[in-house]
């Protein structure tokens, strides 16, 4: 279930994109900079995440799924 939500999410984001391709209102490399720059802002959130984290004091070996 952990990689369940985000697998659909991301599959429906490729499928709004590529749709966005087929009937001819955006090019293909405008969708894909919309996936990069997509991507590059969750990893930046996730990045200050476990910064915030780390300033808090929570060690982010307990963050590993087990």
Do not use: N
């Amino acid at each position: 279930m952990r990689w369940l939500v985000p697998a659909m999410c991301a599959a429906f984001a490729v499928c709004v994109g590529l749709s966005r391709v087929y009937l001819g209102q955006h090019w293909l490399t405008d969708v894909i900079a919309g996936f990069l720059i997509g991507a590059a802002w969750g990893l930046s959130v996730v990045a200050a995440h476990r910064v915030w984290l780390e300033r808090r004091g929570v060690p982010t070996k307990e963050l590993r799924p087990t």
